[in-house]
């Protein structure tokens, strides 16, 4: 697998046992603390602007009025979302949809890819989950600037004097964000967890201190009729508000992308016994402070209710512990944007690029700096843009829910056609998914031309760009196909008309059937062929991991000819040097002082050929010429390379 043209090869073959890889080791009190620091920060900063934003006037409709039949009318929408979206939904049913311990859409896609026995469902299905990616990352651009932007606002309650300030600290802060990724966050990681335990403790006892004066409004939100009484009293405008209620949800579909770092069951823990309890708190606390007020005074205070809220007295330490909880939520999306993008390249959506390793132990931790600056200058962008969490949060949601929307499809192919549900069982759990999900996606519709469009732009833009790559990938390696020699046939011409040289020959192939190209340019030009001949093909698999006892197959065509096949899950790297050191079966061991490896380099001519639009066509190659090198991706030693060139129309 040389050329340009992948990263990987996808993998058609299942059955093979998951390795967990250091994965969520130790105990299950211990991982649900972990994933506090790690899995709910952006979830966990929402009271920071959800509740707010309810109640502020949106799409040319009038703000909510300020009394109790709307409060708790919200608080309701609120407490039940969380419970549908997050606990049912999430916590107790797409996170046994797992692949080999790990999760995401991209996971999920790739286990429906795996186990389905219908072609026909599968395009769709793929098609969904790269949608569905691609609206991640237009997220992982908003949640930052929406989370630093609205704790940044925090300040001017310390000093009226910060508000002009608001902006250029926020943009200093993600800079210094992004900035750090090169040097890794597993020194700063280890604080993430007791940071975010005391802001959701704070979230907590915030809460408390108001709803002692009014401890009734537990019953009110945790009463469904209460949701249903504001509809019936507001309509339209009801509907308007729940494009704001999400908001409090967002960040429910992290808890099932980074299960595989933790665990279903100390996620679900860590969710049902601290962290859905300390958000609810908080809401019920914000909304129990504006009601016990005046009219006036809660017209006041329900503009920023969550600052407003602090005691004077610790009024600046909990200003900077909201700051650094909602740093701490850009860092999980940011290193979920990292995560996501070496699923996406072992998966064969997009190009090569250089990812560094930023720790020694854990696995998972790393940097792709084309990402990193991408995401940077983006956010930076957003900020400079809105200029305000309020006037933001009109393009935060869309993603969210168009991601959530995908999941609950995803789902209903998971339980009818992998789990065998019947019928009468699982139309009855996904109708209810579908109804919430689809209403909050239409409410967030609705901010498009205040701003909503930005995350369609960029979801749009990233899907071409994913599907152009795998379509692009499919049509050259069906071209490069056409007319090629099986290696049998090569195998007992070659070795009688070509002259044998000392050492081994590693031709990298990104089929697994033929003759690759470099061989054939070789021998073309060079008239000699190595004592020993390895086509080597790296086949990615549609599981995170692959078991080490079988990450190798060989076929030996004799004369010296093998084929070896070296199969990566998708959270893999694919270091060849460290596998090939651990084999020796393809006629005894590889030593890389006497070993070559030989890589194609394809150069894109655009045709006419049916298959894809022009424009298409020269977007394919310009990612193809900007895809990092195979010697890099593959960790080949650069002394030891070759590469040779030509020319593919597609």
């Given amino acids: 697998m040389s050329d340009p043209v992948e990263a990987a090869d996808e993998g058609t073959s299942s059955g093979q046992t998951f390795d967990s890889h250091g994965h969520h080791h130790g105990g299950v009190v211990a991982l649900a603390i972990g994933a506090i620091g790690v899995v709910f920060g952006d ?18 409709a009038p703000g909510i009025q300020v009394d109790p039949v709307h409060i708790h009318g919200v608080l309701s929408l609120v407490f039940w979302s969380m419970m549908i979206v997050v606990t049912f939904k999430y916590v107790l049913t797409i996170m046994k949809a797992d692949n080999k311990g790990e999760g995401g859409s991209l996971a999920l896609l790739a286990l429906i890819n795996r186990k389905s026995e219908s072609a026909k469902w599968t395009g769709p299905f793929i098609l969904l989950g790269v949608f569905a990616t691609a609206l991640f990352y237009g997220d992982s651009m908003i949640t930052p600037a929406m989370s630093v932007l609205s704790a940044t606002e925090g300040l001017q309650y310390v000093n009226p004097g910060f508000k002009t300030w ?20 597993e020194r700063v990681g280890k604080l993430f967890g007791p940071i975010m335990l005391l802001y959701f403790f704070t979230l907590a006892a915030m809460g408390l201190m108001h709803l002692i004066a009014m401890p009734t409004i537990i019953l009110e939100t945790i009463n469904p009729l209460n949701a249903v009484k504001f509809f019936m009293a507001d309509g339209f405008r009801a509907f308007v508000a729940m494009g ?8 429910a579909e992290a808890l099932y992308a980074d299960m595989g770092h933790f665990g279903r069951k100390p996620i679900g823990v860590s969710w049902m016994t601290f962290v859905l309890p300390s958000l609810m708190l908080n809401y019920m606390g914000q909304g129990a402070m504006v009601l016990s007020t005046t009219p006036d005074q809660a017209a006041l205070l329900i503009k920023d209710p969550f600052f407003l809220m602090i005691p004077d007295l610790v009024r600046i330490p909990v200003i900077f512990l909201a700051l650094a909880a909602t740093i701490i939520a850009s860092q999980a999306v940011i290193s979920g944007a990292f995560s996501l993008t070496q699923q996406a390249i ?7 690029m250089q990812i560094k390793h930023t720790s020694a132990s854990a696995a998972g931790q790393i940097y792709i700096p084309v990402i990193n600056w991408g995401l940077m200058i983006m956010v930076i962008v957003l900020v400079l843009f809105f200029r305000s969490s309020s006037n933001l949060a009109a393009a935060y949601g869309i993603a969210v829910t168009g991601a959530m929307f995908i999941d609950t499809i995803l789902l209903a192919a998971v339980l009818i056609s992998l789990w065998r549900w019947p019928l009468w069982k699982a139309l009855p759990l996904v109708a209810v998914f579908i109804v919430v999900d689809m209403a909050y996606l239409g409410a967030n519709l609705l901010k498009v031309p205040q701003g909503g469009w930005v995350p369609l732009v960029i979801g749009l833009f990233i899907f071409t760009l994913l599907t152009t790559w795998s379509r692009g990938r499919a049509l050259m390696r069906a071209n490069m196909a056409e007319g090629t020699i099986p290696i049998e046939v090569f195998a007992k011409s070659a070795h009688s008309s070509a002259q044998r040289v000392p050492g081994t020959a ?6 697994a059937a033929g003759v690759p190209s470099a061989l054939l340019h070789n021998i073309k030009h060079n008239k000699v062929l190595h004592e020993r001949v390895v086509i080597l093909t790296v086949a990615i698999q549609d599981v995170p991991y692959v078991d080490e006892t079988k990450r190798c197959s060989i076929k030996d065509y004799g004369q010296g000819f093998y084929r070896l096949t070296l199969k990566y899950g998708f959270l893999e790297e694919t270091d060849i040097p460290a596998a090939l050191k651990r084999t020796d079966i393809c006629g005894g061991a590889f030593e890389m002082m006497k070993t070559s490896f030989f890589l194609s380099r394809q150069t894109l001519i655009a045709s006419a050929k049916p298959g894809m639009a022009i424009w298409r066509e020269k977007l394919f190659a310009w990612m193809l010429r900007n895809a990092a090198s195979a010697m890099e991706f593959f960790r080949l030693p650069s002394n030891r390379v070759v590469e040779l060139g030509s020319q593919v129309e597609i």
């Fill in 166 to 185: 608001i902006v250029p600290l926020a943009v200093a802060i993600l800079f210094g964000l992004f900035a750090i990724q090169a040097r890794g966050t």
């Fill in 506 to 511: 590693i031709f990298m192939a990104s089929s």
């Fill in 346 to 352: 072992q998966l064969g959506f997009m190009p090569r």
């Fill in 244 to 251: 704001s209620v999400v908001l409090a949800v967002t960040g």
């Fill in 43 to 60: 979830i966990g900063t929402s009271p920071i602007y959800a509740f707010r934003e309810t109640f502020a006037s949106h799409h040319g």
